[in-house]
Structures are given as structure tokens and as C-alpha cells.
């Protein structure tokens, strides 16, 4: 079965403190998306990672790829408040070029 | 740069009636998806479409119908909407489906069934 868990599924959290949001899946794949959602909002696209040890930053928010450990990592420095939302990781598996297989989510709130 | 619009935005329908929701993106993007997003399981894919005329069913297909005469346009039809039909329903877009650098999402239609 085709999985992707994100952990923490909630995150609360005070501004100016560091953390990371997790994303394991279960299929080959090479292809990572990382989107934000606000609430009531449309999906935003952050970062696709494209290889093993692909690594893209925006900001305060940087997202990692192993492939290998089949582990994605969005890291968060230095939270504002204007991060919170909640962020979804979808993964391509191998063989395919339309699905994408979808975490459920971490809701992400920063406390000023 | 109107991107990707759909219609419409929120919609209450009794159960057995037939609902669309309309899809239309102005990039000329090859793939167009719809995905429902429901509490505790981020987005499902209900049918997607890889060029006009082409469509094939995701994971969640049952219930739903949908066309693509246009490339620009994807409606989806619940022929007889349901409760467990009741969600947010996502169109997107892309040049080159999962591969591409990015799939672009419409702003959602909030479907509640009653």
C-alpha cells in the first residue's frame, strides 16, 4: 500500500523557536512536493525536490530529501507567526507521472 | 493572469441530485486533476485527465463523472450526490502532470450534501 505520514500531525509552537516536520512514504520515489494551506484556502506550492540529497530553502523554511531513508524534512527557523498553516507533503511514486500520494497534513500554529 | 478558477465556490444540494463543478484554467496546461480533500486524509485524486479527450480515474472515482472536451476545462459531475460526498473539492493543473515543477490548485468548492 501506497503511504505517506507526516508527523507531528499538530504542532503548536512560539515564535523564534526551531522545529521540523517530518515525511515518510513507503514507495519509490525521487519526486517530493512540499505545499502550504491556509485555512479555507487554496493549496500553495513551496518546493518540489527532484533527486536524493536535494536540498531548497525559502526564507525561513527548508526542505531536505533522502530518498534512500524514503524521508522528507521541512525544517522551520526561527518560526513567525505568518508560518502557521498547515503543510502537506505529496510524494510521485517511480512509476507514475499524474499521482501524487498525499500526507494528511501538520497543522501548524506559532504563538507570539 | 487568471490561472485556475472554479465554480462554484460553495454549494448546498439535496442527496440524488446531480451537482457540477466547474474547472476551467487559462494556461493551456496538458493535465487537469480533481481531488477532494476530507479531515485526517490530506487530498484524494478523483479523476484526472492528461490531455483533452483523455481522462482516467484515481483513487476515488466512484459516484463521479467527468469530461474534457476542452482543453482549458474539466467539469466534475456527481451524478447523485451523497453525504459522504460532502467536501472540498480541488481542480488543479500542470504542463507535465507529476513530473512537472509544480501543480497549481484552484481555490476549492466547499460541497455540502444534505
Known amino acids: 500500500e501506497l503511504k505517506v505520514e507526516q508527523n507531528p500531525l499538530f504542532l503548536s509552537m512560539q515564535e523564534g523557536k526551531n522545529y521540523t516536520i517530518y515525511c515518510n512514504y513507503s514507495?519509490?520515489?525521487?519526486?517530493l512536493y512540499w505545499y502550504r494551506q491556509d485555512p479555507g484556502k487554496s493549496l500553495e506550492s513551496l518546493f518540489v525536490l527532484l533527486s536524493n540529497g536535494a536540498v531548497k530553502q525559502e526564507g525561513r523554511l527548508m526542505a531536505s530529501l533522502d530518498t534512500k531513508a524514503r524521508l522528507s524534512t521541512l525544517h522551520i527557523t526561527a518560526a513567525v507567526h505568518d508560518l502557521s498553516a498547515t503543510y502537506f507533503c505529496?510524494?510521485?511514486?517511480?512509476?507514475?507521472?499524474?499521482?501524487?500520494?498525499w500526507g494528511a497534513g501538520t497543522k501548524l500554529i506559532i504563538k507570539p | 493572469d487568471a490561472g485556475i478558477t472554479q465554480s462554484p465556490r460553495y454549494k448546498i444540494t439535496e442527496t440524488g441530485r446531480q451537482v457540477t463543478l466547474m474547472c476551467h484554467q487559462t494556461w493551456s496546461h496538458s493535465y487537469m486533476f480533481w481531488y477532494r480533500q476530507d479531515l485526517g486524509h490530506g487530498l484524494r485524486l478523483i479523476y484526472y485527465s492528461a490531455a483533452a479527450d483523455i481522462t482516467d480515474k484515481g483513487e476515488v472515482p466512484d459516484g463521479y463523472v467527468v469530461s474534457r472536451s476542452k482543453t482549458e476545462n474539466f467539469p466534475l459531475t456527481l451524478e447523485s450526490a451523497t453525504r459522504s460526498q460532502t467536501s472540498v473539492y480541488f481542480c488543479?493543473?500542470?504542463?507535465?502532470?507529476?513530473?512537472?515543477?509544480?501543480?497549481?490548485f484552484g481555490e476549492g468548492s466547499w460541497l455540502t450534501v444534505v
Open positions: 514507495t519509490t520515489s525521487d519526486r
Open positions: 505529496a510524494v510521485v511514486p517511480m512509476d507514475s507521472n499524474y499521482q501524487l500520494i
Open positions: 488543479a493543473s500542470s504542463e507535465r502532470g507529476a513530473t512537472g515543477n509544480t501543480i497549481y
